[in-house]
């Protein structure tokens, strides 16, 4: 029933910035905790970064800590990633998801994923 829709994503090259969105369906948004996973071609699924339904609490992967930066808007129903100094090693398919318990990394514990979005920062 929760619809998670992943967007912003495309091309750039390695030191650039991108932000994502994710918008997410239903009115009991807020009640979520929110987090980013990422999966680049061949590997397994990575945890990128959590917040939590108030938006006060945030945990970060060790790989991104102080270049990426995850936030909400509840009022829009939407969570953000905004990712800076980008690497090639960063370059996968980042998606969201929800959950209703604060599963940090994860990634069972979520109940709600979205499609994806591509990202591919260029060296």
């Known amino acids: 029933q929760v619809q998670l829709v992943e967007s912003g994503g495309g091309l750039v090259q390695a030191g650039g910035s991108l932000r994502l969105a994710c918008a997410a369906s239903g009115r009991t948004f807020s009640s979520y905790c929110m987090g980013w996973f990422r999966q680049a071609p061949g590997k397994e699924r990575e945890f990128v970064a959590e917040i939590s339904w108030r938006g006060t609490s945030r945990y970060y992967a060790d790989s991104v800590k102080g270049r990426f930066t995850i936030s909400r808007d509840n009022a829009k129903n939407t969570v953000y990633v905004q990712m800076n100094s980008l690497k090639p090693e960063d370059t996968a398919v980042y998606y969201c998801?929800?959950?209703?318990?604060?599963?940090?990394?994860?990634?069972?514990?979520?109940?709600?994923w979205g499609q994806g979005t591509q990202v591919t920062v260029s060296s």
């Open positions: 998801a929800a959950s209703l318990n604060y599963p940090r990394d994860k990634s069972a514990e979520y109940d709600y």
